[in-house]
């Protein structure tokens, strides 16, 4: 079983920047695909980002590829997004997910039925 947990939330102000982290505990191996989801307040949630583990390949929402980069650390067992140029639309609670790419990263992107989740991390933009 993989458990998450992510770090590194928190407030910040419009055009900052700010890393995510996420602490895998168990063994990840090329196979796997990573990735963060967020959840705004009254809004559904949302796919952001995905690693495939071990490959490096990255995929993003394409109106987020500009600002945000996701990356792998196999030595850390850490999955981290690099946030910038941050907007008020940011503000959420983003998870981190695992599970077996099995059906390619197009189904990870649904956020449906999904190996682990973490419990989130709450990012909140201010003007």
């Known amino acids: 079983q993989v458990q998450l947990h992510e770090s590194g939330g928190g407030l910040v102000q419009v055009g900052d920047s700010l890393t995510l982290s996420c602490a895998i505990a168990?063994?990840?191996?090329?196979?796997?695909?990573m990735g963060w989801f967020r959840q705004a307040p009254g809004k559904e949630r949302e796919f952001v980002a995905a690693?495939?583990?071990?490959?490096?390949?990255?995929q993003y929402q394409d109106s987020l590829k500009d600002r945000f980069t996701i990356h792998e650390d196999d030595a850390k067992n850490t999955v981290s997004l690099q946030m910038s140029s941050l907007e008020l639309e940011d503000t959420a609670v983003y998870y981190c997910?695992?599970?077996?790419?099995?059906?390619?990263?197009?189904?990870?992107?649904?956020?449906?039925?999904?190996?682990?989740w973490g419990q989130g991390t709450q990012v909140t933009v201010s003007s």
């Open positions: 997910a695992a599970d077996r790419d099995l059906y390619g990263v197009a189904a990870f992107k649904t956020g449906q039925g999904l190996l682990s």
């Open positions: 168990g063994h990840i191996t090329p196979g796997y695909v």
């Open positions: 690693v495939t583990w071990g490959r490096g390949e990255a």
